[in-house]
């Protein structure tokens, strides 16, 4: 059973530094101490006391980074061959960590549950990181939604556009995006936002870069180089 989900924000690790001082200041939390034989990972702690974190960075050493998400489970080892099954294939795996990556080559985690249980407030001006937005190549689409829908028994909750599914789920939620084009993986944060201009123009003074705006979301680069969207949803 997940219990937990958190999104890991993947940036090189020459910019790992700006990505965290971006990301720790546009949620509003602060940086736990670095682990990792490198110190290549970070936690987003929130300041607020009973709260639990569902960010964390991490420096990649090869390409371009993007995203992607923690699972937190019971039972690591029976969920990994449960994933495993369902089509995943086995990356690395230690004592409470499976790396796995789906049928579609989207990387994830499976991680020991640690008890979380309170998602953190809204940042100010009010705003969350709350999903992984997967984007998968047409051929792929249909097996990898079903893959998610399996591996999550989360619920799918409607969407406007055809080339959207959601996988509803909190704190992190999946939202699986259907590309126009065969493409490798790729995986990017979304933002929910209350006022999507103002949230725009903080992330802007922190160094941020606005792209272009779609229907109802902004693409944004962050000063670490990596993609992300500011969406209409609530906070």
Do not use: N
Not at 126 to 149: H, K
Not at 167 to 196: I, K, M, N, T, W
């Amino acid at each position: 059973m997940i219990h937990w989900s958190y999104a890991f924000i993947d940036r090189p690790c020459e910019r790992f530094g700006a990505a965290c001082d971006f990301w720790s200041r546009a949620t509003a939390s602060r940086l736990s101490e670095l682990r990792g034989e490198r110190g290549q990972f970070t936690t987003l702690l929130p300041y607020e006391g009973e709260a639990d974190a569902c960010v964390k960075v991490q420096g990649v050493a090869d390409g371009p980074g993007g995203a992607h998400i923690d699972l937190a489970v019971d039972d690591v080892p029976g969920e990994t061959e449960r994933a495993l099954a369902l089509g995943a294939r086995p990356v690395f795996r230690e004592d409470g960590l499976s790396v796995l990556r789906s049928p579609a080559g989207h990387l994830f985690c499976l991680v020991a549950w640690d008890g979380e249980h309170a998602v953190p407030p809204p940042a100010d001006p009010p705003s969350r990181v709350d999903q992984v937005c997967l984007d998968i190549a047409p051929g792929a689409y249909s097996a990898e939604v079903d893959f998610w829908a399996a591996l999550t028994d989360w619920p799918e909750v409607p969407c406007e556009s055809p080339e959207f599914r959601l996988l509803s789920a909190s704190p992190v939620q999946v939202l699986l995006q259907r590309l126009e084009s065969d493409g490798p993986p790729s995986a990017h944060l979304d933002v929910a936002c209350g006022d999507r201009a103002a949230v725009r123009a903080w992330h802007e003074s922190l160094g941020a870069v606005h792209v272009r705006d779609g229907r109802s979301w902004s693409v944004m680069t962050d000063p670490a180089g990596g993609l992300y969207c500011l969406t209409d949803r609530s906070p």
